[in-house]
């Protein structure tokens, strides 16, 4: 069993719509759980972040983490074309431990 | 004013040359990484230093070797390039604090061995 799984997709929605992203993974000594975004022959760059169980809201992300089912969302509201990226669910211990990132899901908002 | 920065982008090669890819990051962090993402967008981790000591060495072939001179600068010297070798090699850097790091990615290096 691989530590984090994410569907790749790819997923394609209409402009306006609720995404949810979602990954699962194996190792209960994860602590932070991250959120990259790529944007096609780009590098990963940090979308949000949560430490440990519960909400975040920014803008129109929200992220989620339910550490009793090992379980990580990310909701977008009202999607636009521009959120048409890969996104990549990264978790870690934190520290000098290193991030392990999900096989990343492809997203596309069409207008 | 570029964050971390990788040379070449694009690097396109023979099976068994021996090449090497730069990274330079001007944000003061004291970690650097190097990841490989395949063609199936899958981003996996091979090394990190942290002022300039080897702290993360996952499961990689000897003939991948980082090198970092200063904490600025960590490059990647590949020997004996193989087909299997090809994939967008990035480059990151982070400050450590002891809890949640943000890891600031550059452009990425394309590969491509033939």
């Known amino acids: 069993q691989k530590e984090v799984e994410q569907d790749p997709g790819p997923l394609s929605v209409p402009e306006g719509a609720i995404v949810s992203l979602n990954c699962t993974y194996s190792n209960s000594a994860f602590q932070y759980f991250m959120w990259y975004r790529q944007y096609s022959r780009k590098g990963p760059e940090l979308l949000m972040y949560?430490?440990?169980?519960g909400n975040k809201e920014d803008g129109r992300f929200t992220a989620q983490v339910d550490k009793s089912s090992k379980y990580i969302s990310l909701f977008i509201r009202d999607s636009q074309p521009s959120d048409s990226a890969t996104y990549l669910c990264?978790?870690?211990?934190?520290?000098?431990?290193?991030?392990?990132f999900g096989a990343g899901t492809r997203l596309a908002v069409h207008p | 004013d570029t964050a971390v920065s990788q040379t070449p982008k694009y690097l396109v090669t023979q099976m068994g040359n021996d090449k090497s890819i730069k990274c330079e990051q001007n944000l003061g962090h004291d970690t650097m990484y190097w990841y490989k993402q395949d063609s199936k967008k899958f981003l996996k981790i091979m090394f990190s230093?942290?002022?300039?000591?080897?702290?993360i060495n996952e499961t990689v072939p000897n003939r991948f070797s980082p090198k970092s001179p200063d904490k600025a600068h960590l490059n990647l010297h590949i020997n004996s390039l193989e087909l299997g070798d090809s994939a967008v090699y990035f480059c990151?850097?982070?400050?450590?604090?002891?809890?949640?790091?943000?890891?600031?990615f550059g452009p990425g290096t394309r590969l491509t061995v033939t």
């Open positions: 990264a978790p870690s211990k934190g520290g000098y431990n290193k991030l392990i």
């Open positions: 990151a850097s982070s400050q450590e604090t002891g809890g949640f790091d943000e890891q600031y």
């Open positions: 949560t430490y440990s169980s």
């Open positions: 230093y942290n002022n300039k000591e080897l702290i």
